[in-house]
C-alpha cells in the first residue's frame, strides 16, 4: 500500500512541476500554464478581468527564431499597409500611423506621470493584438539593452540593427532636413539628433505620416545614435533602478529627461535610437519603440514579483505633469484616443497574468 501511495505522489508532484514550467506550443510560443484559484470563478461572474490560463512567455529579440523575427517584421509591415481603423484620418493613414497617433494625443497625459508605466503596458498589449491581426503568432519581442552594454561592442552593431534580421541601422547624414516651425509643442525636436533617414533594413523606404513632434508630415523614418547614452542602459543603472523600494521611487528613477535634469533608462533607450524615437510625441514611429517599452514593463513586472502582496497593485507619484500635480490612483482611466479601446481602468493594468494579457517573462 505505501508504495502505491508514493507512487501516486511522486505522479502529482511531477504533474504539477511540470505544469509549473514553459510548455511550448505548436506555434512556437512558450507557455506557462496557471493553476486554477478558487477566486477565479467568482471572478469571472463579477464583470472584472479573469485570471488567465496560461502565460505566453514573451523573448528577447535575438532569442526568437528565424521564422519568428522574419514573420515579426512583416506583421509591422502589414500594419504599415491598413488603412487605420479611424476613418476621420486621411485616407493614407495606416494602422501603424495610427499608434504614433493616439500617442501624441495622450502623451502630455501619461509621461513623467504615476501612470506612465500602465500606460505603456497596455498601449504594448493593444500594438501586439493588432500585429496578430496581422497573422503574427509569434512570441512578442522585447530589447534587454545589457546584452548591448555589458560588453566594449558599439550598441549600433547590435542584431537588433542587423539589415537583414533586425529593424535596420542609423540614419545616414544629410539625408533629412528636421521641420523648423512651431508646432505648440512643449518639447520641441532636438536637431543633432535628427542624423537623417533609415536607408538598411526592412523600414528603408516607409513613408511616415505623423510627427515628429506635434505636426503632421510625410518623412521618412529617422534616427540618429548616441553612443554615449550607454551607461544609462548598462547593468549598473538598471541595479540601481530595481533596489527601489516603492513604485513612485522606481518608475522615477528609470524616467529622467525632459522631467529631470539627467537621462535615465527610458529616455536613455529613446535618446540612443535618436529621431524619430526622441520626439515626445510621435516616438512609435519607430518600431524599436515597442521593445524598448517592452523591455521596461519586464523589468517593472520582475520588480513587482520580488514582493507581490505589497508591490502588485502598487501605485503612486503625481497624475499631471503640470500643477496641481494631484496623486494618481488605481481609478485612474488610461486614454487610448483613436485607438479601438478609448481607455482601461489603470486597476486592471498592473497584473499581467489576468485578461486580456496572459503573458510574462
Known amino acids: 500500500m505505501i508504495p502505491r501511495v508514493l507512487c501516486s505522489l511522486s505522479i502529482i508532484f511531477l504533474a504539477v512541476f511540470v505544469s509549473a514550467l514553459p510548455q511550448t506550443a505548436t506555434d512556437g510560443v512558450e507557455y506557462v500554464e496557471l493553476e486554477p484559484e478558487a477566486t477565479d470563478a467568482g471572478r469571472s461572474g463579477s464583470g472584472g478581468p479573469r485570471r488567465c490560463k496560461r502565460l505566453a512567455v514573451r523573448k528577447e529579440w535575438r532569442d526568437l527564431s528565424a521564422t519568428h523575427k522574419q514573420d515579426y517584421i512583416r506583421a509591422v509591415k502589414c500594419l504599415q499597409q491598413r488603412r487605420a481603423l479611424n476613418t476621420t484620418l486621411p485616407n493614407k493613414f495606416d494602422r501603424f500611423d495610427e499608434f504614433s497617433f493616439s500617442h501624441s494625443n495622450a502623451a502630455d497625459r501619461v509621461h513623467g506621470v504615476g ?35 555589458n560588453g566594449t561592442t558599439p550598441i ?20 533629412y532636413t528636421p521641420p523648423t516651425d512651431d508646432d505648440g509643442s512643449a518639447f520641441p525636436l532636438i536637431p543633432d539628433f535628427m542624423k537623417g533617414c533609415v536607408q538598411t533594413g526592412p523600414f528603408a523606404n516607409h513613408v ?8 503632421f508630415t510625410d518623412h521618412c523614418l529617422v534616427r540618429g545614435f548616441q553612443e554615449y547614452l550607454r551607461p544609462f542602459l548598462s547593468q549598473p543603472h538598471i541595479s540601481n533602478i530595481m ?43 519607430d518600431p524599436i519603440f515597442f521593445l524598448h517599452h517592452a523591455g521596461l514593463d519586464r523589468i517593472w513586472w520582475q520588480w513587482q514579483n520580488v514582493d507581490l502582496n505589497n508591490r502588485l497593485y502598487q501605485i503612486g507619484g503625481k497624475v499631471n505633469s503640470q500643477p496641481p500635480y494631484g496623486e494618481v490612483t488605481l481609478d485612474y482611466r488610461l486614454p487610448y484616443p483613436g485607438l479601438a479601446t478609448p481607455w482601461v481602468t489603470l486597476r486592471n493594468a498592473m497584473d499581467i497574468r489576468m485578461e486580456p494579457y496572459c503573458y510574462t517573462y
Not at 503596458?121 to 512578442?140: E, I, K, S, V
Not at 549600433?156 to 539625408?175: H, I, K, M, R
Not at 511616415?208 to 505636426?215: D, E, I, K, Q
Open 115 to 149: 501612470q506612465f508605466l500602465p500606460w505603456h503596458r497596455h498601449f504594448g498589449y493593444l500594438h501586439h493584438q493588432a500585429l496578430r491581426d496581422c497573422n503574427y503568432a509569434g512570441p512578442f519581442p522585447y530589447w534587454d539593452w545589457t546584452r548591448d552594454t
Open 208 to 215: 511616415l505620416h505623423v510627427g515628429p513632434g506635434r505636426r
Open 243 to 285: 533596489s527601489q523600494t516603492t513604485y513612485d521611487n522606481f518608475w522615477n528613477s528609470l524616467d529622467g529627461i525632459p522631467f529631470k535634469p539627467d537621462p535615465a533608462l527610458h529616455d536613455a533607450g529613446h535618446g540612443f535610437m535618436g529621431g524619430d524615437m526622441t520626439s515626445f510625441y510621435t516616438s512609435p514611429n
Open 156 to 175: 549600433q552593431q547590435s542584431p537588433l540593427f542587423d539589415p537583414v534580421t533586425g529593424f535596420g541601422g542609423d540614419g545616414v547624414a544629410g539625408t
